[in-house]
Each structure stands twice: as C-alpha cells, then as structure tokens.
C-alpha cells in the first residue's frame, strides 16, 4: 500500500517569512495530492491539491509542487501569518475509481509575530 | 447544507462498553470514511464504504464494526472499548477524493 513521510514534524518562522513542508510518497500509481490544514481542536480542511499532469500549483499565498519521478510533493507558504499556524497534513491517493486517501502525520507551523 | 455532522462531540467509556458513533451527511456522495486522528500520528483510515451496502476495511480496523444501509449515515461501533481506543475521530465523505471532515468526536475510554 502507499506510504507518505512528512517532513519536518515540527517548523517555527517568523512572521513575514516562507515556510516549506516536504512529503515522499512510495505508491507510482498515485495522482491526486492534497494538503489539509487543522487548527487546534477543528476538523482538517483542504488548503491545496494538486494532480499528477502538472507540476505546480499556486492559490494566493500558497503552492504546492510536485516531482513525479522523484515521488514528492512540497506545501510552500509566503509571508507567513500568525493565523497560519495550525497542524499541515499531507496526503496521498489515486484518482482511479475509489482509492483512499493515506496521510503524513503532520508538521506543526508555529508563525511567531 | 448542514455538510457531515458527528455525534456525540465527546464521550468517555469504561473498558468493555459499548457505543455506536453517529455519522451523517447531506451531500448526497457516495463514498464515507472514519479515521482516528492520535497525536504523532496523523489521520489513520479503520473503515470507508463506496457506497450504501458497501464497506471495507482500512489501516486500523481491528475493534471496529460498520455499516451502511443508507446513503446519507455511516455509523461506527465499539464492540468492547479499549484504552488504546482512546482518540479522535473523524468521518468523512468524499467527493472526486476531495473529503469533507466531520467535526469529529472525542473519545476517552478509562
């Protein structure tokens, strides 16, 4: 089955700066990329996605890119805001029929003012 | 569109009870899951279903029934708690593999 590594577990910056947060993922067949963002206590909301026919996307403040052949996918966030701080979850599936998303376990963003 | 709604918000259980966690949703998709979310440990999948009739099981399904006889409800039952049980719980439906997460439930089994 497919296995996605999540780095770093935790990032502190400081407001203004750029945050990156790396994901590797083991299944070739996956082609659908999401990132969730979860503030203390809520439920994990998507921020991003991407698929597996382009290597970037960008929405605002955020991207996310993707290498195929080297099998990994990076959240970018510029002029970080306190209000970005909360739990980044990557994840991973295939858009093929019904494929179940599998998640990285996490980085904390910790956006100091 | 109340969108996927979870109940109860919290609940604490003896070991060796029984409960059934409520999940519903009025999007009218077809595929469900639940995850349990630990600390260090992201969102683990224990069952989904594509579809009313249809279920299966995910990474951590031991300890764990489901069912699905309607499109719209996706309960998940305890069958004797355990402490390691003890977690958050997240349902989910799915539309083009994009999930909506419920609000989730907190559970505490002493």
């Known amino acids: 089955g497919e296995n996605v590594e999540q780095h770093p577990s935790t990032l502190s910056v400081q407001e203004g700066d750029s945050a990156v947060i790396k994901c590797t993922y083991s299944?070739?067949?996956?082609?659908?990329f999401p990132w969730y963002k979860q503030e203390l206590g809520k439920r994990p909301q998507l921020i991003i996605d991407?698929?597996?026919?382009?290597g970037e996307k960008k929405d605002q403040r955020i991207a996310v890119t993707l290498n195929k052949t080297a099998k990994h996918f990076s959240l970018h966030i510029t002029e970080t805001q306190p209000e970005d701080s909360a739990v980044y979850f990557c994840?991973?599936?295939?858009?093929?029929?019904?494929?179940?998303?599998?998640f990285g376990k996490g980085t904390m963003l910790l956006v100091s003012p | 569109n109340a969108g996927v709604t979870q109940t109860p918000k919290f609940q604490v259980l003896k070991t060796g009870q029984s409960m059934t966690l409520q999940c519903a949703q009025d999007m009218n998709h077809e595929y469900m899951s639940w995850y349990r979310q630990d600390p260090g440990m992201g969102l683990r999948l224990i069952h989904y279903?594509?579809?009313?009739?249809?279920?299966d099981q995910g990474e951590v399904p031991n300890g764990y029934n489901v069912s699905r006889s309607t499109t719209e409800d996706f309960p998940l039952r305890l069958l004797s708690a355990a402490p390691s049980q003890t977690s958050v719980y997240f349902c989910a439906s799915s539309y083009f593999n994009e999930q909506f997460f419920g609000p989730g439930t907190r559970l505490t089994v002493l």
């Open positions: 991407i698929r597996s026919n382009v």
């Open positions: 279903s594509v579809g009313a009739g249809i279920t």
């Open positions: 299944d070739s067949a996956s082609n659908y």
């Open positions: 994840a991973a599936t295939s858009l093929s029929g019904y494929s179940t998303l599998t």
